[in-house]
């Protein structure tokens, strides 16, 4: 049998070989990396997903629980809204299998409505309400915000929200949004969320960081429904500002801490030592109440290294109570 020749590279050559495989093994360790790192991001990205769809869920169910909490508190008392058992203003804490649920609920009625500054015609056009704007810049000067600062902010929000395109004498309509660098138009309709008002002419982050605490954004243009069987002594203002010549703050919060343990049944009769017998007082007709319509859920839920935080404004009104409003995200930060 004859042999066939064999091949010798030449000397110089195998170097060349040697260094392309292992440029190829090299490229090949890189690839995989690659892959490896990918596939370890896509893992975690599931991961995070899954987490976060189960801590909506699990809002939902606190929202429902929520709900039930607050009817319970209402059918207590169909003619009085009291806190008896210290539902409101405080954080309970809800153990879960994957994390835990910590939720507050709050009387939402007890804070100055935004939407108050303007009143609703039959026609559905929005006006000035005079009320609403003395009581914005009465509670803006109880948190001490300078009378120049407050008087223009309070009438470039209520010119944001009403129909017309007039200014008011320290306001601003669209022409002045218009004419800034990154152009844009007030919303002339009632604000959803509390957040609408940092893109109002004249509001600082110092002036919002002040308000925000004490401002909300109640669905309807009515003045701010205050109950006075659910207020807190640190909310006095909220009361004081409804007419501060005959409301001065320190004895608003005698008044509070004063109050009945099952509350007070007649709104008026509350006001009758700051009005001289006059069951109504100072206040305008049918602000202060002594039930409850709206009610805040803040909670925060926390699944594996996810957490969500989340705000539903509970409309206690309808039969049972429902969610109207929902927001996502750190209520400080919007």
Known sequence: MTRLPQFHPPERERGAALLSVLLLVAVMAVIAAVMLERLNLATHLAGNGQAMAQARLYATSAESLAMA????????????????????????????????????????????????????????????????LSQLRALMKGLAVPENEAVPVSDAIADWIDSDDVAQPNGAEDDWYRAQPVPYRTAGRLIGDVSELRAVKGMTATTYARLRPWLCALPAAQLSPININTLRIDQARLLAMLAPQQLPIDRVRGLIAARPPDGWADAGAVLQPFSGGNTLGPVPLGQLQVRSRWFLLTQSVQVDSVEVEEQALIDSSLSPPRVAFRSWGDRDSR
């Open 69 to 132: 909490r607050i009817k319970g508190l209402l059918e207590a008392d169909q003619q009085r809204t009291v806190d008896r058992t210290g539902l409101l203003g405080r954080e309970f804490p809800l153990p879960l299998v994957r994390g835990v649920v910590r939720a507050r609920i709050d009387d939402a009625d007890n804070c100055f409505n935004v939407n108050s500054l303007v009143e609703q015609a039959a026609d559905g056009r929005l006006a000035l309400r005079p009320a609403g």
